[in-house]
């Protein structure tokens, strides 16, 4: 024969049973029933403390996964107001320029500082950019340099010095051609 006592894990029995058992008779004592008690408090304790960690555990996880979802589309969104920012300061610099050409014109400014503001302009909003203005000599043969301020002298000189042609780089092919080259 075998003594069993049953004692509930939780309130209602929630987290389950605890069984003991003993060939004595006498089992359990009031002492053996109070540490068993004891026993069965701690080890509620334990399992709710398991699945609050377990709870816990998973909410950290999900929380994690929002937080790196929200931090993905706060960078996109950066980068695009960034770029909108940009875009923006560049049509700024395109339009103040505009101005400042066109007040140059109305207030009669020589067309060779025309012509070398608009290669600043046009340098200051496309980086890493150098801009030239050539005209074609009357010869038909040669160009001239008329503005290009960021351009070295020698350069210049050189571009003036070659005759225009299929296979004389971009600007002698371009003028050559009477079209765009690109």
Excluded at 44 to 55: D, H, K, M, N, V
Aim: glycine share 8%.
């Amino acid at each position: 024969d075998v003594s069993v006592l049953l004692l509930r894990l939780g309130l209602q029995a929630e987290m389950g049973v605890f069984v003991a058992g003993s060939k004595r008779a006498d089992f359990p004592t009031q002492t053996e029933r109070l540490l068993l008690n004891v026993a069965a408090n701690q080890a509620a304790i334990g399992l709710q403390e398991a699945r609050l960690f377990g709870e816990q555990k998973r909410v950290a996880e999900e929380l994690d996964q929002r937080v790196a979802r929200r931090t993905g589309q706060l960078l996109t969104a950066n980068e695009e107001l960034e770029k909108e920012i940009a875009e923006r300061k560049r049509g700024e610099v395109l339009f103040t320029g505009e101005k400042r050409l066109l007040e140059m014109i109305a207030t009669g400014v020589a067309l060779k500082e025309i012509l070398n503001d608009l290669c600043l302009i046009i340098e200051e909003f496309r980086s890493d950019t150098l801009a030239s203005v050539l005209l074609l000599r009357p010869d038909g043969l040669h160009l001239d340099s008329v503005a290009g301020p960021s351009l070295p002298k020698g350069w210049t000189q050189q571009m003036e010095n070659l005759p225009i042609g299929p296979c004389a780089g971009s600007c002698g092919t371009a003028a050559y051609r009477g079209s765009p080259v690109i």
